[in-house]
């Protein structure tokens, strides 16, 4: 789908640097067709896909390529969500036209119908709109665990902080009192030698 995608949006470039003369009409009408003629390109890959699944049989196939319009849809919204709507549309036609035989292969795994389901029975507006939601939702997730991250790391640097000031202050206080018993014992050590040289003079 990417190469049809870049080859298409080239040749589109192109039409529109070479036709920078015509009326806003022309223009208008040019626009419906590139984005028509991307689309057609971007599901014929699909429907060649799911021709072949059908052609074989292939029920898990057939789910897996059901399944992938979606991430070929919410590709194409990156583009031009109204590509993206013309996709589903060329999409769900092709399935339409072959449920006889998307039902032969699909049988009664309850997944797969699911999957036919999921694309055939909403209108493409809703597909496209629904998965703007869902990258909308997603993108919203991911700035507030952003958002999360950058507090939690705020937090854990404000805890070591902390941290470090309560271990300073307790190292502080402990040499504090080493000192300090280290003067007291001096000082008594100081007084036992003088009682002692004092008896020493005495004949004690």
Known sequence: MKKILLSVMAVAAIGFTSCGNKT?????????AIVDSIATGAAQE?????????????????QATLEGIKASVAQLLKENPEV????????????????????????????AVAAVAAVTEVDPEAVVKGLLEQVGDAATEVKDAAVDAANQKVEEAKDAAN???????????????E????AKKKAS??????????KNKLGL
């Open 46 to 62: 699909t429907i060649d896909a799911l021709s072949a699944d059908i052609e074989a049989g292939d029920v898990s196939k057939l």
């Open 163 to 177: 941290q470090k000031v309560e271990e300073t202050k307790a190292a502080a206080e402990q040499k504090i009192e």
């Open 189 to 198: 050590d100081a007084i036992d030698n003088a009682a002692a040289a004092t």
């Open 84 to 111: 993206a709507k013309e996709y589903v549309a060329k999409v769900q036609t092709f399935l339409k036209e072959n449920a006889d035989k998307v039902k032969a292969v699909v049988g009664d795994s309850e997944a």
């Open 179 to 182: 000192q300090k018993n280290a």
């Open 24 to 32: 806003q009409q022309g223009e208008a009408v040019d626009s419906v």
